[in-house]
């Protein structure tokens, strides 16, 4: 981004632009050279700071002519482990939910579940309980907001999935 004193404009690269009644085309900026931009009076953007994650943190843009500042302010740290937490049951349940079927199928049928696919269950409920206790032992909304949980792969499956 990139900001024009005399009339306090800020331009985005790949917008279209007037100064001084001559029309820029949207890709001008992104041609043009770093002395064409001084001629024409333009200042970068000159960014402090980088936005947090907004669902732990409150996070406020300040842009003051060719400064842009990014303030975090954490969030209460319960609720912040309170919705992770929810989040690890919510996506356990997800990734159980799909082999569900197999247990039910067990209870009536006597049809046993696969190992593997036991294995797989087992091993989103231990690394649910694991995040979980993660989670609640943080201390500091930045802890919590570090925390990238392992989750299982399906059996046969090749991409991990995210969370």
């Known amino acids: 981004m990139f900001y024009y004193p005399p009339t306090a404009l800020y331009i985005q690269e790949g917008t279209e632009f007037t100064i001084d009644d001559v029309q820029y085309s949207a890709n001008w900026l992104n041609l043009s050279t770093p002395e064409e931009k001084a001629a024409l009076g333009l200042e970068e ?32 740290l319960d609720q912040c482990k309170s919705l992770a937490i929810s989040q690890v049951n919510s ?43 993660e989670y609640a ?18 059996p046969g499956a090749t991409v991990t999935p995210t969370a």
């Open 45 to 76: 953007v000159i960014v402090i700071g980088s936005p947090a994650n907004q669902t732990y943190n409150w996070v406020t843009e300040t842009l003051a002519e060719a400064t842009l500042t990014y303030t975090n302010t954490p969030k209460d």
């Open 91 to 133: 996506t356990a349940y997800s990734l159980l939910l799909p082999s569900d079927w197999m247990v039910t199928k067990q209870v009536e049928t006597g049809t046993p579940v696969a190992p593997d696919w036991n294995s797989y269950r087992e091993a989103v409920r231990t690394t649910a309980n694991l995040a979980k206790e």
């Open 137 to 154: 032992a943080c201390t500091t909304v930045d802890e919590i907001a570090a925390i990238t949980i392992p989750w299982p792969l399906t």
